[in-house]
């Protein structure tokens, strides 16, 4: 009786197993990838308010701070827009969505990227449910592989995450993410390598992580005291960060200086008004590049609530 002897497709002597390395990723992918907020940044996700700020009857209902001039709104976004391209940042679009959702530009919210992927977000609200669809449709336009979507029980909102480095980030709990949500979250990153995910509690009141702490630089932070949870702190100044404090709270809650985002370490892209913060970037070394977003932040948010980052270099 002949032996037989296997072929590659059973596992025979021409069988290639497939590695982890990152070419492999890149090969089947592209450059997607992010675990830094101040790294240089490569590619962002935005999407341009449409028809849906024209739809909206009561502001309060639809969850936003204040009526807005939708066409005004349109225009500074196609300036900030405009601003991440002079700055070498591919910007690529959500184009689809529905007349229901007004709040849908803000899209750090519907996703978090990774080193290996992004995680879909589950948005807490009502108002707010199902957008996370068609952040999810861009990505898969675009070949952005996608790691979890935040599912059953689960809510949370990917403005909730702050990465410091591929080794650590902060996941906070509040009023957007709830438990369930940040447990699949926090299983997902240390699946795939992330060494500490330190939860933090937001207070009543706050809306997102991303209000409270912002990274101008590989070790400069700007905080909110009294607001920002005291073990992120600790844990920052543990890592050897100095810290900007928000001083004039109007300011920082009017015009929004610390929702900036940054473009390389000691470079960022930051909303115009916020002059008293501004100044203090300056001081410690800071490019800042203003961009008026006044009409926008009237729906909750500023520049970093309406970016989703796709490509950042580690810093």
């Not at 100095?242 to 300011?251: A, C, G, P």
Request: hydrophobic share 40%; with cysteine.
């Amino acid at each position: 009786m002949a032996l037989s002897t296997l072929t590659a497709a059973y596992g025979g002597s021409r069988w290639s197993p497939r590695g982890t390395e990152r070419n492999d990723f890149l090969d089947t992918w592209g450059d997607w990838g992010a675990s830094s907020e101040c790294g240089k940044l490569h590619a962002v996700l935005l999407k341009r308010p449409g028809p849906e700020l024209d739809a909206i009857d009561d502001y309060d209902s639809a969850q936003m701070r204040a009526g807005l001039d939708p066409a005004l709104a349109r225009a500074q976004h196609d300036a900030l827009a405009r601003t991440y391209e002079a700055h070498g940042v591919a910007v690529h679009r959500v184009e689809t969505g529905r007349l229901d959702k007004p709040n849908a530009y803000f899209c750090r919210d519907l996703m978090l990227m990774t080193p290996q992927g992004a995680i879909v977000a589950r948005p807490a609200s009502t108002v707010r449910a199902g957008e996370e669809r068609y952040v999810t449709e861009a990505l898969g336009r675009l070949g952005v592989p996608i790691l979890l979507t935040v599912h059953g029980a689960g809510t949370f909102e990917g403005a909730d995450v702050a990465w410091v480095n591929k080794d650590l980030c902060f996941l906070a709990e509040g009023l957007r993410t709830n438990r369930a949500g940040g447990d699949q979250v926090e299983r997902m990153l240390r699946e795939i390598g992330t060494k500490e995910v330190v939860r933090v509690q937001l207070p009543y009141g706050a809306m997102h992580l991303d209000g409270l702490v912002n990274f101008l630089d590989r070790n400069l932070a700007a905080i909110w005291p009294r607001r920002t949870p005291y073990v992120l702190w600790r844990t920052l100044r543990e890592y050897g960060f100095s810290f900007i404090e928000v001083e004039d709270e109007e300011e920082a809650q009017g015009c929004l200086p610390l929702n900036f985002v940054a473009l390389a370490p000691g470079k960022i892209v930051m909303p115009r008004g916020g002059d008293r913060l501004r100044a203090r970037y300056e001081q410690a070394g800071v490019e800042c590049i203003e961009v008026d977003v006044s009409e926008l932040i009237k729906g909750g948010g500023g520049i970093h609530c309406m970016t989703a980052i796709l490509r950042r270099e580690d810093p």
